[in-house]
């Protein structure tokens, strides 16, 4: 039986990069993940906090010449509703930043954090899956499909939505679903985007344009399955011009990639994050709709998290109550963003008057109200970011 301080449960980029993570902190780390089933064709915006997690493992430069940035981002209702919301916009520079982070495939990000685990001498990978999890008091066994017994200290699930590290410490999850799903692709287009990403509020779901380098994009278009069903029968040429058209040609003529993907839309929040010596990360512990750039970004907060909680002291053995204190630390966040996003998703599925009322009147608020949309700014980059920033603005006052 090998033993280790953590075992990693899952090969997504949640679980890569707390793998790597927890070992260029000082801990012996396994990573345990079968190989892919689906090649991932989306990109992933990561924001500020999540670009200087990847600066300091070292991995930025090599992600940096295939990323862009979003240096503004723009909310436009598209809708046809009586109540329709003025459009607002967010610019990064008014919160003293070139841009608020940069958008990357999920390809690239792979590739370089799997070469990185790989490069790491005290980070094994085995590529197999995990068929049985034993706990007590001093460690988790773990019990592979080839018949190997592993032994950890603490073991993190960062195995997805059917989670088998969830399920065998006994913690629950609640899901539920939309009848939404989302084409994902990426298109070339004639003008140039600016480093400008445009998320369209529509009657299905947000259509949400994000940049790429040079004239290309990623598109994120939620509707319904049945529609997202005929637009991925559509010849190129004929998905193009539906593409265009949403786009309110802002971006000029547009030309869908090959490799669109559909992936249908439903949100997931366990009962807890941690447990003694299990913590959950990614979408083991939350997910939901990608609407505000906030799903990698907060997984990489639970891994910046649980490097605080198990790194801070690597010479000592890691605490039996560890995954105790990751779940109350990492609970509002998680709770706040996840339902956060329900709400937001939900109300642009409503047709209920007041629920369009409130959303157009919060949205005007934003435009109208600019220490407050700063505020707001701050926040989805990192949490308590705003109210730091405004008591560190009034500590500069004080001083003067």
């Known amino acids: 039986m090998q033993d280790f301080e953590i075992t990693v449960v899952g090969g997504g980029l949640a679980g890569l990069i707390a793998a790597l993570a927890l070992a260029r902190g000082g801990r012996k780390v396994a990573l345990i993940a079968p190989a892919a089933e689906k090649a991932d064709e989306r990109t992933t915006a990561l924001m500020d906090q999540s670009i200087r997690l990847l600066e300091r493992l070292g991995l930025w430069d090599r992600i940096a010449p295939l990323a862009a940035p ?8 598209a809708t046809n509703r009586l109540l329709r919301a003025p459009t607002a916009q967010f610019r990064a520079a008014d919160v003293e930043l070139y841009a608020f982070g940069y958008n990357i495939p999920n390809r690239v990000l792979l590739e370089t954090l799997q070469a990185g685990v790989a490069a790491e001498a005290n980070t094994p990978r085995l590529d197999e899956s995990v068929v049985v999890l034993d706990h007590s008091p001093e460690r988790v066994t773990l019990t592979l499909a080839g018949g190997e017994t592993i032994a950890a200290a603490f073991v993190i699930g960062a195995d997805g939505r059917n989670s088998k590290v969830r399920e065998s410490a006994g913690i629950g999850a609640r899901r539920w679903s939309y009848r939404q799903s ?5 298109f070339s287009h004639t003008l140039p985007h600016g480093n400008v990403s445009t998320e369209f509020h529509t009657e299905t779901g947000p259509f949400t344009q994000v940049p790429l380098p040079g004239l290309r994009s990623s598109l994120v278009w939620v509707v319904k399955p049945e529609e997202a069903e005929r637009l991925m029968a559509l010849p190129i040429e004929e998905l193009s011009r539906e593409v265009e058209a949403r786009m309110q040609s802002m971006l000029g003529k547009v030309t869908v990639e090959p490799g669109a993907q559909t992936w249908p839309l439903s949100s997931l929040m366990a009962d807890r994050f941690g447990k003694d010596r299990i913590a959950l990360v990614g979408e083991a512990a939350h997910a939901f709709p990608p609407i505000g750039a906030q799903g990698l ?4 907060r639970d891994v910046i998290t649980l490097s605080e909680l198990l790194t801070a002291a690597a010479d000592r ?44 009147a919060g949205l005007h608020i934003l435009n109208s109200a600019p220490p407050f949309r700063n505020l707001l700014m701050r926040e989805g980059l990192e949490p308590g970011g705003g109210f730091r920033a405004i008591f560190e603005t009034l500590r500069k006052e004080v001083r003067r």
């Open 70 to 77: 979003l240096s503004v981002m723009q909310i436009i209702d």
């Open 317 to 360: 053995p890691i605490p039996a109550d560890a995954g105790n204190r990751f779940n109350r630390r990492r609970r509002a966040d998680i709770m706040s963003r996840t339902f956060g996003v329900d709400l937001l998703n939900r109300s642009l599925l409503s047709d209920f008057l007041p629920t369009q009322m409130v959303r157009a």
């Open 182 to 186: 989302a084409v994902v692709l990426n």
């Open 297 to 300: 970004n907060l997984s990489l």
